[in-house]
């Protein structure tokens, strides 16, 4: 995958992908490859232009609503979430 070779190449560059996908498992896969954001396209100008600045700080970002819906995958996975 791309961002494995580049982060490989380039360790301090910090990745944002910006993408038109929303589903949370390519998110989860973008992010384990060593991107520090991921953005879909369709948000507003200014989710965008803060995601930028926070990944260029070298801090995370993720959107909000496919973060949610990793984590429910998660708690589905793991059981009902009671504990």
Same mark, same amino acid.
């Given at each position: 995958?791309? @961002? @494995?070779?580049?982060?490989?190449? &380039? =360790?301090?560059? =910090?990745?944002?992908?910006?993408?038109? &996908?929303?589903? =949370?498992?390519?998110?989860?896969?973008?992010?384990?490859?060593? %991107?520090?954001? &991921? @953005?879909?396209? *369709?948000? *507003? =100008?200014?989710?965008?232009?803060?995601?930028?600045? $926070?990944? %260029?700080?070298?801090? $995370? &970002?993720? *959107?909000?609503?496919?973060?949610?819906?990793?984590?429910?995958? #998660?708690?589905?996975?793991?059981? #009902?979430?009671?504990?």
């Amino acid at each position: 995958e791309l @961002i @494995i070779r580049i982060v490989a190449q &380039y =360790p301090h560059l =910090p990745i944002l992908v910006l993408s038109m &996908y929303s589903e =949370p498992q390519i998110a989860r896969r973008v992010l384990k490859s060593g %991107a520090l954001g &991921y @953005i879909t396209k *369709d948000k *507003d =100008p200014e989710a965008l232009l803060s995601a930028i600045r $926070r990944v %260029a700080q070298g801090a $995370r &970002y993720i *959107d909000h609503s496919i973060a949610e819906q990793i984590v429910f995958a #998660d708690w589905q996975t793991r059981g #009902d979430g009671s504990h």
